[in-house]
């Protein structure tokens, strides 16, 4: 999963960060409203965490921009707590939830995967390729019935290829995906980190659900 975090406050956006990449989401965050249209028009992000009180361009008017471009991502906006007014115009521009701050990590992810769970194209939980079981609620890996432990990086990287499975993912868009963006583009994380995953869900089985198309990518299928 990826997300984009829209605010100002330094202190609030690395808070917002650390809860988010804790999770093994992706975050780029963008310091004021123009930013945020930027990277919300430039990146397919998952979710987008938006603060409404903004420089430059407020938040009412980035989630208004990116509605009119066409961006779908799920907004969740921050309000403070006396702005009552504030959440009915964040819904009323094109937001999806609001929070009001200060919240905790917990109600943060709480808010996010539902709102994913609400829009995600795969709705359907546990996914099951072959033999292989991802629960993306609980975070539980099993295949033919045996638990796997994955880092929350390749869990990450195998729940993208899960949920666009039988279809081929490129080393970039597993990376734009996975990875943010301060990632290098040019290293080969995406290789070490799909060698890793490989050992964990085929090694020891029969047949291989993790395969490479050769100068393509990569592809999760039960063949
Ligand atoms: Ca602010």
Same mark, same amino acid.
């Given at each position: 999963m990826? %997300?984009?975090? @829209?605010?100002?406050?330094?202190?609030?956006?690395?808070?917002?960060?650390g809860c988010l990449r804790e999770a093994s989401i992706a975050v780029d965050v963008a310091?004021?409203?123009?930013?945020?249209?930027?990277?919300?028009?430039?990146? %397919?992000?998952? @979710?987008?965490?938006?603060?409404?009180?903004l420089p430059i361009r407020d938040g009412f008017s980035v989630v208004r921009a990116l509605r009119a471009e066409g961006v779908k991502a799920p907004v969740i906006c921050l309000t403070a707590r006396d702005a009552v007014d504030d959440r009915v115009k964040g819904l009323d521009s094109g937001a999806d939830d609001y929070m009001v701050k200060?919240?905790?990590p917990a109600e943060l992810l709480a808010r996010i995967r539902a709102l994913v769970r609400r829009t995600s194209a795969i709705a359907t939980n546990p996914i099951r390729v072959g033999d292989l079981v991802i629960d993306v609620?609980?975070?539980?890996v099993e295949r033919a019935g045996r638990r796997i432990d994955l880092s929350a990086r390749e869990f990450a990287l195998l729940e993208y290829l899960a949920r666009n499975v039988g279809h081929v993912l490129t080393r970039y868009m597993i990376l734009e995906k996975v990875w943010d963006m301060n990632q290098d583009p040019l290293t080969n994380v995406v290789d070490v980190q799909m060698t890793r995953l490989r050992k964990k869900i085929d090694h020891g089985y029969a047949t291989p659900l993790i395969h490479t198309v050769r100068g393509v990518g990569f592809v999760l299928r039960a063949d």
């Open positions: 990826r %997300a984009l975090v @829209v605010e100002d406050e330094v202190g609030v956006a690395s808070f917002i960060e310091a004021d409203g123009q930013a945020g249209i930027q990277l919300g028009r430039e990146n %397919a992000y998952d @979710v987008i965490v938006l603060d409404l009180m200060p919240f905790s609620v609980a975070r539980h």
